[in-house]
């Protein structure tokens, strides 16, 4: 199938006080039609700026230093301004983190959510209203007559929620971009709202980019996972080979955090804090918090590896001569439920397709000596015992 979206090598930085932040370091992805990809990891780890990368709504201090965003095959960073208006709200629409700041408090909202519908589609007023109407009602607003002619301060914050959605909606989409969408609510608005992005994309068959750093969320409405951190992507896979066969050492410090039915004592919680991207560390950005990190972790960067034909993970673990480690108790536990046919884990044969960054070294990183696979980042000459 012909994807709708692809991203490739994405370099994105912001001009500061203090220098250059390097915030996107060479990200890359693509969207098939229908199709759901979730892209999860901590704060500041990239997420929200790569979404609004394509939708061109960066800060003025951002500069777009490599990449494409091809999406129907025509390059956004390309396009201009005046370009991209006909795109936003058409082709491709975004539901913000909080709706309360998204929503115009001076307006109404049949206003609110009529105008894209004006603007792109060539429609009366009444009949973009009646439009606005019918969305209202998709989304579960009672009373949508009435509730057109209301203030957003009228609305509770599952309400708005749904409004901005509705909003979002209007031109029907290619690509639903929904940038942590349900932090702001209760659990039990949350799984309406999820349960309500499940029937709205079936109907209207969209495409969406959920940003969220919520694994319990990502379960229940993702075809595919993407986790981020320090501004690259470590880890891509289906839902289940990302949940049930993690690889790398950062989604197993993720999915150690996240409570389930047979938690019991204390949480995991995952030591330090991501790196600063003034100065990004050399090497793997994770190994300064990870109780796994090999000699070689501190020197180069890893490619991905390939799990999988849908499964890709870029640590040094994978490597055939790196020493085998045992994940956390949590994590044996998902990947002992995991009914596949065992998984020849090779160097992607992509790797042309990475960054300078990612490839540079006075050597192939993949006949990398066993020397440096084998001794921890502190050369005390074995591999960490984990300490999950």
């Known amino acids: 199938m012909e994807n709708i979206l692809e991203v490739k090598d994405l370099h994105i930085s912001f001009d500061t006080y203090a220098g250059q932040v390097r915030a996107i370091r060479g990200v890359n992805f693509d969207l098939k039609p229908g199709e759901t990809l979730a892209i999860v990891g901590e704060s ?91 969305l209202l009602r998709l989304v579960g607003i009672p009373n949508p007559e009435k509730r057109m002619k209301q203030y957003p301060h009228q609305f509770s914050g599952g309400q708005r929620q749904r409004i901005v959605i509705a909003i979002a909606l209007g031109c029907n989409p290619d690509i639903l971009i929904a940038d942590e969408p349900t932090t702001a609510l209760d659990v039990t608005i949350q799984a309406q709202i999820l349960e309500l992005m499940k029937e709205l994309q079936h109907k209207i068959k969209t495409s969406i980019i959920f940003i969220t750093h919520d694994l319990g969320v990502v379960a229940n409405v993702a075809d595919r996972v993407a986790v981020m951190y320090a501004g690259k992507f470590v880890e891509v896979g289906t839902v289940d080979e990302i949940f049930y066969n993690p690889q790398h050492p950062y ?83 998902r990947q002992s439920g995991f009914r596949t046919k065992q998984l020849q884990i090779q160097p992607s044969d992509d790797l042309s397709q990475m960054s300078g960054q990612d490839l540079e070294g006075p050597q192939d990183k993949n006949n990398l000596s066993v020397d440096e696979l084998t001794t921890d980042r502190d050369g005390k000459g074995e591999a960490n015992e984990p300490r999950y």
Do not use: C
């Open 44 to 134: 500041g780890s990239g997420k929200s700026v790569t979404s609004r990368s394509i939708m061109r709504l960066l800060a003025s201090n951002a500069n777009v230093d490599n990449g494409e965003i091809l999406f129907k095959g025509e390059d956004l960073v390309k396009k201009s301004e005046k370009e991209m208006q006909k795109i936003r709200g058409s082709e491709i629409a975004m539901i913000f983190q909080d709706p309360m700041t998204s929503l115009n408090p001076t307006q109404k909202i049949g206003k609110q959510i009529a105008e894209p519908i004006i603007k792109h589609q060539a429609v009366s007023k009444e009949e973009a209203y009646k439009k606005a109407e019918e």
């Open 251 to 333: 989604t197993w410090g993720l999915l150690s955090s996240m409570p389930t039915l047979e938690t019991s004592g204390y949480l995991y919680a995952i030591p330090g804090t991501p790196p600063d991207l003034l100065n990004p560390p050399k090497g793997d950005a994770f190994a300064p918090r990870s109780e796994y990190a090999l000699k070689v972790d501190t020197m180069y960067e890893p490619p991905l590896f390939k799990v999988s034909d849908t499964h890709f993970a870029a640590t040094w673990l994978l490597h055939p001569d790196a020493p085998k480690v045992t994940p956390p108790a949590e994590i044996v536990a």
